[in-house]
């Protein structure tokens, strides 16, 4: 995967994730609470191109709570 096929792939997912939680009417401070992060860890995870392990498991969670299918 080239750098720019991640940057493409981040920026779709941060697309998607902004677009559930406006139609479910939360904010990002809701989705934290429901998938038990800090504010902080889902920020970097959402709006970062992070690829540590817990950025990878942030976004696992995300997908699964908003139903994101694979970007």
């Avoid at 934290?32 to 696992?60: C, D, F, H, M, P």
């Amino acid at each position: 995967m080239t750098e720019q096929m991640i940057v493409n792939a981040a920026r779709e997912f941060k697309k998607r994730v902004k677009d559930a939680l406006y139609d479910r009417e939360m904010t990002q401070r809701d989705l934290a609470k429901a998938i038990g992060v800090s504010e902080a860890t889902l920020s970097l995870a959402i709006n970062t191109y992070a690829v540590n392990k817990q950025s990878r498991e942030v976004r696992n969670k995300v997908r699964q709570l908003l139903n994101i299918e694979d970007v």
